[in-house]
């Protein structure tokens, strides 16, 4: 949580507040009019300026309820480097950080599947905390993927994987939620020898899931189609998310967890909406 905190400092300097659509009074801005737009949202002054219709949206007031996901299977306890985080610890550090800067916000926050209500304030800190913890000391294998669970509309999810999972089934995790009118904000936290995939020679891997093992001989040699794959995977995450209205946001663990966490808070924030109207 010292941690967190710390990441969490660094990142609110320099943010100042968090507008959003919603319902509230207090005027945001003009958008045009989008199919599935009730006629009442229509501003008829605005839009006999011109020949397009316009909607006037207004900033949201209330709290906003986030549900926070971090994987922990397996798989997320790789480091290929001594000197860094696994990608476990890193996922964790990134969603306890959100949750500071979410709680400090105002922001009503729990993790997604322990059953609790979205709460607010630094109690909600310390308790995401506490669940990521006595979800680590189970003996249940934690899967790699997040519960599809009914969630109010107009919620958030915020989900932190390494999303190396086949894209149909991060497809269904997608459409489950934004089918239901969930906002949601994928963070991809991966490892520097995934990307780049640095061996040399005859190298043994061997999978963390019980995948079992496999030799290259010549690991140069598969270095540009394993680029190639994993591209073809990060275009299929941009891929899914454009079609939602959802966020994909990528991170090596190599690097500042404080990058990826303001480009998430931004964007969950609307601040490049608020920025340019």
């Not at 009442?40 to 002054?45: A, T």
């Not at 149909?168 to 939620?177: G, L, M, P, Q, S």
């Not at 899914?240 to 946001?249: G, P």
Request: net charge neutral.
């Amino acid at each position: 949580m010292v941690a967190a905190d710390r990441v969490a400092a660094t990142v609110i300097q320099g943010v100042h507040g968090r507008r959003r659509v919603g319902q509230g009074d207090a005027f945001w801005q003009y958008r045009p009019y989008r199919d599935g737009d009730s006629a009442n949202q229509i501003d008829w002054r605005q839009s006999a300026r011109s020949r397009h219709l316009f909607v006037r949206e207004t900033e949201w007031e209330a709290a906003a309820s986030v549900w926070l996901w971090r994987d922990a299977s397996p798989s997320m306890q790789y480091a290929s480097l001594h000197n860094t985080d696994t990608k476990a610890v890193r996922a964790e550090l990134i969603t306890l950080a959100l949750a500071s800067l979410l709680a400090d916000a105002g922001e009503r926050v729990t993790v997604l599947g322990s059953g609790m209500r979205p709460t607010s304030g630094r109690i909600a800190v310390r308790r995401i905390a506490e669940t990521l913890f006595d979800e680590g000391r189970s003996n249940k294998t934690p899967p790699s993927l997040p519960p599809l669970l009914p969630l109010p509309a107009h919620g958030t999810v915020v989900l932190v994987s390494d999303w190396l999972d086949p894209l149909d089934k991060i497809e269904a995790v997608i459409r489950h939620y934004a089918s239901g009118g969930v906002r949601g904000h994928l963070v991809q936290v991966l490892d520097p020898a995934e990307e780049d995939l640095p061996f040399d020679g005859h190298v043994k891997f061997e999978g963390l899931e019980a995948e079992g093992q496999h030799t290259i001989r010549r690991v140069e040699g598969v270095r540009q189609a394993y680029g190639a794959r994993l591209a073809a995977q990060k275009e299929g995450l941009q891929r899914l998310t454009r079609s939602t209205d959802w966020t994909v946001h990528l991170h090596r663990t190599d690097k500042s967890p404080q990058t990826v966490l303001l480009s998430l808070y931004l964007a969950m924030a609307d601040l490049r909406r608020l920025t340019a109207a």
